[in-house]
């Protein structure tokens, strides 16, 4: 079983609309969750981060942890075409190194 | 922007042979992680490199080595080349400290094609 689970997408919406993009983990050991973004021919860029349970908020970004549930989220607010990109879902590892592991990514696409 | 660099952007290799990929850390950084990032897939870790010694390695075989120079630049060097070994390869910088936040900036990456 991979550590992180995410649905590889693709996701196509329209612009305007509200996008939710959702990992799950196995371990619930992990308490740092991160959202990166990567646009076509970058590296990832991190959008946030989340410490444990609970929501986070940015602008149009919302992240989301339900550790009960083993639950990652990522919710858009009046998408727009710039945010056509993958996303990728990550946790840290136990011993403070800079391992992080990622799921797959979602790729996303927000038609004008 | 970011400000790590990679070299090369693109490169062809064939089976068997040896690569040698570059990256200079973004100033203030003193800690250099590398990812390989397959089509379709998300990062996955190699190693880091914390002030020139290695400092954490992910499920990759010794053909996979790597060195930080005193400068914080790094090489990732990767012998007897495979197939599968063809790939994304992903610098990150960080500054160590903020290893628990996640926050790792990295380069636009070095894209591998093995033939």
């Known amino acids: 079983q991979k550590e992180v689970e995410q649905d590889p997408g693709p996701l196509s919406v329209p612009e305007g609309a509200i996008v939710s993009l959702n990992c799950t983990y196995s371990?619930?050991?992990?308490?740092?969750f991160m959202w990166y973004r990567q646009y076509s021919r970058k590296g990832p860029e991190l959008l946030m981060y989340t410490y444990s349970s609970g929501n986070k908020e940015d602008g149009r970004f919302t992240a989301q942890v339900d550790k009960s549930s083993k639950y990652i989220s990522l919710f858009i607010r009046d998408s727009q075409p710039s945010d056509s990109a993958t996303y990728l879902c990550a946790r840290n590892s136990q011993g403070g190194s800079e391992k992080l592991v990622f799921g797959k990514g979602t790729k996303l696409t927000v038609n004008p | 922007e970011t400000g790590v660099t990679q070299s090369p952007t693109h490169l062809i290799k064939t089976r068997g042979q040896q690569v040698t990929l570059r990256c200079s850390s973004q100033s203030g950084h003193n800690t250099v992680s590398w990812y390989q990032q397959a089509l379709g897939q998300g990062p996955q870790f190699i190693f880091q490199?914390?002030?020139?010694?290695?400092?954490g390695r992910g499920n990759f075989p010794p053909r996979f080595s790597g060195l930080q120079f005193p400068n914080y630049s790094s090489e990732l060097n990767v012998n007897a080349l495979e197939l599968d070994d063809s790939a994304l390869y992903l610098c990150?910088?960080?500054?160590?400290?903020?290893?628990?936040?996640?926050?790792?900036?990295f380069g636009e990456g070095s894209r591998l094609t093995v033939l």
């Open positions: 990150a910088s960080s500054t160590g400290g903020q290893v628990n936040t996640g926050e790792l900036f």
């Open positions: 371990n619930s050991a992990f308490q740092y």
């Open positions: 490199y914390y002030r020139e010694e290695e400092n």
